[in-house]
């Protein structure tokens, strides 16, 4: 069974938080971006408090007078530039931090044992002198090895927002002017 004690030390809510903190600095990164296509879209030459950049138009929109005739009256329309453009606002819409933690031993151990058996024998008979010696060695090793080992991954998706409420309402001005107005009471 492997001992936990020895990931005592890791830093574990460092390991976990710092790729969330990675992400909210990611996401600080996109807000200047964001803010800085902002200023060069609403503001000439992106002087924040500057002349405002507007579309100029006319429309011919018609209107019915009261005897019924219809008439074609011109309508300036000044748009402001930056409720027609869509701005690029990323947002971090979702970061998952997958943590697994794989517990194993590390651990490594050798035994040896040698063992060695020496014999000597030896006579002597009629003149005739004789030994014999032998020797008998034997090795023997044993060893053991496990590992541990931590792993994390992080998953981050970012996606574009919904158009802006100003560019939705000038499409429906856009809209309305090709409606006729009624000028007059009954």
């Known amino acids: ?4 004690s020895q990931f005592a030390g890791l830093p574990l ?3 976990i938080a ?3 903190i990675e992400v909210a600095k990611g996401q600080a990164a996109l807000c200047n971006v964001y803010l800085s296509y902002l200023y060069k879209l609403a503001y000439e030459k992106g002087k924040v408090g500057g002349k405002t950049n507007v579309l100029t138009f006319n429309l011919n929109r018609p209107v019915v007078d ?23 606002a990323f947002v ?18 050798q035994n040896s044992s040698d063992q060695e ?34 792993k994390y991954d992080i998953y981050a998706r970012a996606t574009q927002q919904e158009p802006s409420e100003g560019m939705a309402k000038l499409t429906s001005i856009f809209a309305s002017v090709i409606e006729p107005i009624t000028t007059g009471g009954k």
């Open 92 to 109: 971090m819409q979702e970061a998952t931090v997958n943590f697994s933690m794989e517990l194993k031993d590390q651990t490594v151990s």
């Open 18 to 20: 710092q790729p969330i």
């Open 1 to 4: 069974m492997a001992d936990v």
């Open 117 to 150: 058996v020496q014999s000597q024998f030896g006579f002597n008979y009629w003149g005739c002198e004789a030994s014999i010696t032998g020797k008998v060695a034997a090795h023997q090793e044993n060893s053991r090895q496990s590992d541990s080992s931590a």
């Open 13 to 15: 809510g460092q390991l």
């Open 66 to 88: 009261k005897s019924g005739a219809t008439k074609t009256q011109s309508v300036k329309v000044e748009a402001p530039l930056l409720s027609l453009v869509p701005v690029p």
